[in-house]
């Protein structure tokens, strides 16, 4: 690792980029005095507000199909993404085989519109003061340039996080309760179009009671309740005292859900970090040879990944252990065993890089 270096100008940083060939390119997010001086007598002057939000830390359900992990001090091997200690010897230190999917980066990205949401209506983020970039890998970053966030410590920063997130929120703190009109118990709640968590809270109750009504933990005859239901006319009065059988306790177990259908999964760490490393925009990312770039966000919609961030031409041979099927453009590659193939240049690096094949010269 080569750390603690500064460029005067964007020249000489390509120019000790190429003289170097890095499998990954960090910039820090924090501002300094004295960049190139130790850790402890840099001066720190402030730090950008950045969020991570990588399929690492979605929970996708097409991750058994295409990820691994083997627990590295028995041996135990399972599908899908890694448990945080290892479920027969109870170790931490997992190795994980991951692979990158439509899936998984479809959901990473409506993560990232519901983050963008939050900054811009209950954060007072200015759009022009804010900038999204694929990680080159499987998922997406948002930097916020900001003189009056930047000198936030961490403490602060934890709060933003813990905000996205809608940790610990009370649904009871949040205007829903229950009321006593006239010697009748009554649910009063939060409205539409309310700001904030509130009104996030109603639309997040739209989304949870499309779903299977078991899966909600509620009762047989509250399912049957809600599938009984006109859509429509349920949500256009105020609900939340309109459900036969739902009581204070069923209404706040569904907000908790609702709350978490609607916050952004951003990884804690990297916003509270005020001495963060991520990725150089414009840079390759040395596990897929994908471009780490700009999306600009009106076009973060139509933005595809596996075609928009290709950055090889040609053609390569390569020898293929195991690989499962992928697209890149508008191919479809794969699945391959021990075999070797002829790819696109971009097709046979994702290979090489991801470690399931070897070159063959
Ligand atoms: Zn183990
Ligand atoms: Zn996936």
């Known amino acids: 690792m080569v750390r603690h270096r500064a460029f005067r100008d964007p020249s000489v940083l390509l120019g000790a980029i190429r003289d170097l060939i890095p499998a990954h390119t960090y910039f820090s997010t924090a501002y300094y005095q004295e960049p190139t001086a130790a850790m402890e007598e840099k001066g720190w002057k402030g730090a950008d507000l950045v969020f991570d939000i990588d399929a690492d ?104 996080a813990s905000y996205v997130l809608g940790q610990a929120l009370d649904p009871q703190l949040h205007e829903l309760n229950e009321v006593n009109v006239g010697g009748v118990k009554v649910i009063e709640g939060p409205q ?92 390759l990312n040395g596990h897929t040879g994908l471009l780490t770039m700009q999306v600009p966000r009106e076009r973060l919609d139509e933005f595809d990944p596996f075609r928009d961030s290709l950055a090889f031409h040609g053609e390569m041979r390569v020898r293929v252990k195991d690989a499962p099927q992928f697209r890149l453009a508008e191919r479809q590659f794969g699945p391959y065993l021990n075999e070797e193939v002829e790819l696109p240049s971009y097709a046979a690096m994702l290979l090489l890089c991801k470690r399931r094949a070897e070159p063959v010269i």
Not at 106 to 114: D, I, L, M, P, S
Not at 119 to 140: A, K, M
Not at 199 to 204: I, P, S
Request: charged share 30%; proline share 5%; aromatic share 8%.
């Open 192 to 283: 539409l179009g309310q700001p904030g968590w509130r009104g996030r809270m109603v639309e997040g109750i739209y989304d949870v009671l499309s779903e299977e009504g078991e899966r909600l933990g509620l009762s047989p005859a509250q399912v049957k309740t809600i599938k009984t239901q006109d859509r429509d006319e349920f949500f256009k009065r105020p609900f939340w005292s309109s459900v036969k059988g739902f009581g204070l306790s069923t209404w706040k177990n569904l907000s908790v859900k609702a709350v978490d259908r609607r916050s952004a999964k951003i990884d804690t760490v990297v916003t509270t970090d005020v001495h963060r490393l991520i990725r150089l925009p414009g840079t």
């Open 57 to 160: 830390h979605l929970d996708t359900p097409c991750k058994p199909s295409h990820d691994k992990w083997k627990c590295k001090a028995c041996g135990t091997v399972g599908n899908g993404g890694a448990p945080r200690i290892c479920p027969k010897c109870k170790n931490d230190r997992m190795e994980e085989q991951t692979w990158l999917c439509d899936q998984c980066l479809r959901q990473a990205k409506e993560e990232t519109t519901k983050l963008l949401e939050i900054l811009y209506s209950d954060l007072g983020v200015e759009p022009s003061n804010l900038r999204i970039f694929f990680s080159g890998h499987r998922g997406y970053h948002v930097h916020v340039y900001s003189t009056q966030l930047q000198v936030m410590g961490e403490e602060e920063r934890r709060e933003i």
